[in-house]
């Protein structure tokens, strides 16, 4: 297919543009420098996380993107950042590389907060990753982090601040920690149990008066699986 005047030569600089803004690349400073060992960008397009590696961390970095336009872009980057990268020009429906070549990074989306008291509208806006591979051993492509906003788990060890581990399940255990929904907004860090067509979330009795639900109006979203406290 013979690529049009505007796909060609417009959107790639229009591509390269916008996505360098302040604001975006205040993100890339926080993220990109946790990636270590293997790594596969899907979509490297122009380039811009090329300067934001730590070297020192990286042992080899792939390069996806359908744009030769851009790969040309990145490929420039990454000569002038002096970083060795394998391009792969190509969709990410066919990546060329051998199956299970590349390991699921260490890095989990860390995300503002989760109410461990009165059920709020999270989970907020993603604002950074944070990168777990000393504590967790759970499949770390499954997991989050959040920060808790709240006293009501405070008997069970989790306090304000705290950042907790969510590993994605929907299955239900009464000696669990789960991070639940409701009516599809509203999450909260509770222990929960089921009773006949009803869920009851409880936290620390002191601070937190159970609640029932119709089971339809809640979801479970993770379990608890770790905490990080910072002092």
């Given at each position: 297919?013979?690529?049009?005047?505007?796909?060609?030569?417009?959107l790639?600089?229009?591509?390269?543009?916008?996505?360098?803004?302040?604001?975006?690349?205040?993100?890339?400073?926080?993220?990109?420098?946790?990636?270590?060992?293997?790594?596969l960008e899907?979509g490297?397009?122009?380039g811009?996380?090329?300067?934001?590696?730590?070297?020192?961390?990286?042992?080899?970095?792939?390069?996806?993107?359908?744009?030769?336009?851009?790969?040309?872009?990145a490929?420039?980057?990454a000569?002038?950042?002096?970083?060795?990268?394998?391009?792969?020009?190509?969709?990410?429906?066919?990546?060329k590389?051998?199956?299970?070549?590349?390991?699921?990074?260490?890095?989990?989306?860390?995300?503002?907060?989760?109410?461990?008291?009165?059920?709020?509208?999270?989970?907020?806006?993603?604002?950074?990753?944070i990168?777990?591979n000393?504590?967790?051993?759970?499949?770390?492509?499954?997991?989050?982090?959040?920060?808790?906003h709240g006293?009501?788990?405070?008997?069970?060890?989790?306090?304000?601040?705290?950042?907790?581990?969510?590993?994605?399940?929907?299955?239900?255990?009464?000696?669990?920690?789960?991070?639940?929904?409701?009516?599809?907004?509203e999450?909260?860090?509770?222990?929960?149990?089921?009773i006949?067509?009803?869920?009851?979330?409880?936290?620390?009795?002191?601070?937190?008066?159970?609640?029932?639900?119709?089971?339809?109006?809640?979801?479970?979203?993770?379990?608890?699986?770790?905490?990080?406290?910072?002092?």
């Amino acid at each position: 297919m013979i690529k049009s005047t505007y796909e060609k030569y417009v959107l790639p600089k229009l591509l390269d543009t916008c996505c360098s803004t302040k604001p975006i690349n205040y993100q890339r400073e926080k993220i990109v420098p946790n990636a270590n060992g293997t790594v596969l960008e899907i979509g490297i397009g122009s380039g811009l996380n090329i300067p934001f590696y730590e070297r020192s961390k990286i042992d080899r970095i792939y390069g996806l993107d359908p744009s030769p336009e851009l790969c040309e872009k990145a490929i420039s980057k990454a000569k002038e950042c002096d970083v060795n990268i394998d391009f792969l020009i190509n969709g990410a429906e066919e990546i060329k590389l051998k199956s299970r070549s590349i390991e699921l990074n260490s890095v989990i989306p860390f995300y503002n907060e989760i109410s461990a008291g009165k059920p709020i509208d999270v989970l907020n806006d993603q604002i950074e990753y944070i990168d777990v591979n000393n504590f967790i051993k759970s499949d770390k492509a499954n997991c989050i982090a959040c920060k808790v906003h709240g006293n009501s788990m405070e008997s069970y060890g989790i306090f304000e601040d705290d950042i907790i581990i969510v590993e994605r399940v929907t299955n239900y255990n009464s000696n669990d920690i789960h991070a639940v929904q409701i009516d599809d907004s509203e999450i909260t860090l509770k222990k929960i149990k089921l009773i006949k067509d009803e869920v009851e979330i409880f936290g620390d009795h002191k601070n937190f008066s159970s609640v029932r639900y119709k089971k339809d109006r809640v979801k479970i979203l993770g379990k608890m699986v770790n905490l990080v406290r910072k002092y």
